[in-house]
Structure formats: structure tokens, C-alpha cells
């Protein structure tokens, strides 16, 4: 069975960092777009970053461009989300996802999904 797992997530202060994992298991992710989404408490759930197959091509949301990061290892089956200069309206649920849709910004298009990690930023 298809599995992601998200890690990393935590409590930090605004201007802090943090690096979100996902390890993907149960098949190889390695040709799919694999990106990040969040939730903050009373809000729809919102794109945050894509990553193509092989790494070649992301796709970012204005809100977190130039200050987050996505990578991933596909030997690993393990996705990456770098969070620098955090934010308090960073702090949401942040969930990893993957798709056969090029990456795309709508959630629907998503296949798979982990169970979410939390991230909170204090101001």
C-alpha cells in the first residue's frame, strides 16, 4: 500500500527554519510530481510547492517563494521541504502529496497524501 510520511514539523520562532521530510513507501514515487500543501486552522488547503520527476522543474506559491526550498532523492524516496524565514502565517499543517499531474496547483489532482506534520510559528 501506498504509503507518505511526513517528519519534521515543530514549534520555532519567526525567522527560524525548519526542514520538512516525507519518505514515500508501499511503491516508487520516483516518476511522479511529488510538492508540499498546507492547512491553517478555518482555511481551505492551499498549494505550497511542486517538484517534477526528476527534480528539473518547481513550481512555488508567491507567498513562500525565495524562502522555502523543495528537493528530492529518489533513491531515497524521500522529499524535502526547506522553511527559512518563517513567518506566523506560516503555521498550518503541512501535508505531502503526490501526483501523475504535472505539477499542478489543485489539490484534486492529487493522488496521494501523508497524514500531515504540524508547523508553528511564534511571533
Known amino acids: 500500500q501506498a504509503q507518505l510520511v511526513e517528519s519534521g514539523g515543530g514549534l520555532v520562532q519567526a525567522g527560524g527554519s525548519l526542514r520538512l521530510s516525507c519518505a514515500a513507501s508501499g511503491r516508487t514515487f520516483s516518476s511522479y510530481t511529488m510538492g508540499w500543501f498546507r492547512q491553517a486552522p478555518g482555511k481551505e488547503r492551499e498549494f505550497v510547492v511542486a517538484i517534477s520527476w526528476n527534480g528539473g522543474s518547481t513550481r512555488y506559491a508567491d507567498s513562500v517563494r525565495g524562502r522555502f526550498t523543495i528537493s528530492r532523492d529518489n533513491v531515497k524516496n524521500t522529499v524535502y521541504l526547506q522553511m527559512n524565514s518563517l513567518k506566523p502565517e506560516d503555521t498550518a499543517v503541512y501535508y505531502c502529496?503526490?501526483?501523475?499531474?504535472?505539477?499542478?496547483?489543485?489539490?484534486?489532482?492529487?493522488?496521494?497524501w501523508g497524514q500531515g506534520t504540524q508547523v508553528t510559528v511564534s511571533s
Open positions: 502529496a503526490a501526483t501523475s499531474a504535472i505539477l499542478s496547483r489543485i489539490s484534486d489532482r492529487w493522488a496521494y
